[in-house]
């Protein structure tokens, strides 16, 4: 970020957490940048929101009671089956439904904004887009069809949302974003000129000039941008960056974890002892935990002991001779079960569970640097969240995670087939997808 050292940046998010006041949130109403709605030529009516739409929820309505930059709701306006859908995520989120009902989708939606938050390219966030686009949606003149999401972050600078349209036919590229808070657009961008790979953009200023304009390349997220563009020189360049600084810090701190039983199974080398989304390196991961935090290992020892059949005294990692180490459980009088010997049911629990009682520096993913570490979270997404499992062994699944997310430290969105059995659960929002 221009002119701001990494140490005074981490600075800066600490005295926001702690909710002290800022110099650079004066009040505004107006927004001095044009209302004009994204290209509508992409088959899917690529229009924005009103920036006069009523404002979201604040921080601790939401679910962020901790005033951690988290994402509270996601929005597909027109993504693959769903049309105008918005969906409000707490700490610990449920998204249920029949096979076919777009959890699933939901939730690549949200990996993919992660990813275009941390940086990523276009393609590597959407590597299918066709399949992105609504069923229906009819190209135009020049064969365009595309597709369009959007999120809210909340947090110290409250409701933030971004609005996003993208193009996927007949070439991936981003024709306008936009990013608002409290009825102020301070980001807006547009596709122009077909032939060049740039969009037109425009942020607040309030200065002498009350926007500048330039142009951002069309295939990454201009938010995640902004920070290297806007040298917050004015209250209104500063508004711009903390509302951007809020978004990109919520959309990054994201794990998608979908374990695989039968790759848990067998014995791995050791390595960097960070979980991999597929957990197949959990025997590994559990070599490193078990000496670094005691205290956590035997709260995750307690939890599979209670999911798992059988008595469970302990769980470690036990080294081969070969440079390899293999997952075991304990079950006390010198009984040892291998994890291979488990049902997938129990390994999906275990690996959730660790996962549960983990942060970033043991899982595969990029912590923000400009947070420190004590004022971060982390949102595991868990498609499949009850797969193998029977609904009590999900349901104790679920309590688990109830009492890690009210910390605040870790969200949670899953995806469930049923989840009658969470009602008047404490802590549990759950969106039903069949309604």
Not at 208 to 234: H, I, Q
Not at 394 to 404: E, G, Q, Y
């Amino acid at each position: 970020m221009r002119g701001r050292s990494l140490d005074r940046r981490k600075i800066d998010w600490a005295e926001r957490f702690a909710g002290r006041p800022h110099a650079y949130r004066p009040r505004m109403t107006a927004s001095p940048l044009s209302p004009a709605a994204f290209p509508s030529s992409t088959g899917v009516a690529l229009v924005s929101p009103s920036p006069s739409a009523p404002p979201a929820a604040s921080a601790s309505e939401a679910g962020t009671p901790h005033g951690r930059p988290s994402i509270t709701e996601l929005r597909l306006s027109a993504f693959a089956g769903h049309r105008g859908a918005a969906f409000p995520l707490g700490p610990l989120t449920l998204l249920a439904g029949r096979s076919g009902s777009g959890k699933s989708t939901a939730l690549r939606a949200y990996e993919a904004l992660a990813r275009l938050g941390g940086g990523a390219a276009l393609d590597e966030a959407f590597p299918d887009p066709e399949s992105c686009v609504p069923e229906r949606a009819r190209p135009d003149a020049q064969r365009r069809r595309g597709f369009r999401i959007g999120c809210t972050a909340d947090g110290p600078e409250g409701p933030v949302r971004l609005d996003l349209a993208v193009q996927a036919e007949p070439e991936l590229r981003i024709v306008g974003e936009r990013l608002t808070s409290g009825g102020l657009t301070l980001l807006e961008t547009a596709l122009v000129d077909p032939g060049r790979p740039v969009v037109q953009a425009a942020w607040h200023t309030a200065g002498a000039s009350p926007v500048t304009r330039g142009p951002l390349p069309d295939d990454r997220l201009g938010t995640a941008l902004l920070p290297l563009r806007v040298a917050g020189k004015t209250d209104g360049q500063r508004r711009v960056l903390a509302a951007a600084e809020q978004m990109v810090v919520a959309l990054r701190s994201v794990f998608a974890c979908d374990p695989r039983p039968g790759r848990m199974r067998v014995a791995v080398p050791l390595g960097s002892g960070r979980l991999l989304p597929g957990c197949d390196n959990l025997a590994e991961v559990l070599w490193r935990t078990r000496r670094e935090c005691g205290r956590r290992h035997a709260q995750l020892v307690a939890a599979v002991g209670a999911g798992c059949a059988g008595p469970v005294v302990e769980l470690r990692a036990e080294p081969l001779g070969d440079g390899t180490v293999r997952a075991v459980l304990d079950r006390g009088d010198g009984v040892r079960t291998p994890l291979g010997l488990l049902g997938d049911g129990e390994l999906r629990y275990l690996a959730l569970a660790l996962v549960l009682f983990t942060g970033p520096g043991v899982l595969e993913v990029d912590p923000v640097a400009e947070v420190p570490a004590a004022l971060q979270s982390l949102t595991v997404l868990a498609d499949g969240l009850d797969r193998c499992l029977p609904p009590r062994q999900t349901a104790d699944l679920v309590r688990l995670a109830a009492r890690m997310c009210e910390r605040g430290h870790i969200r949670l969105a899953g995806a469930v087939s049923d989840a009658s059995w969470a009602a008047g659960m404490e802590g549990v929002t759950v969106v039903d997808l069949g309604a």
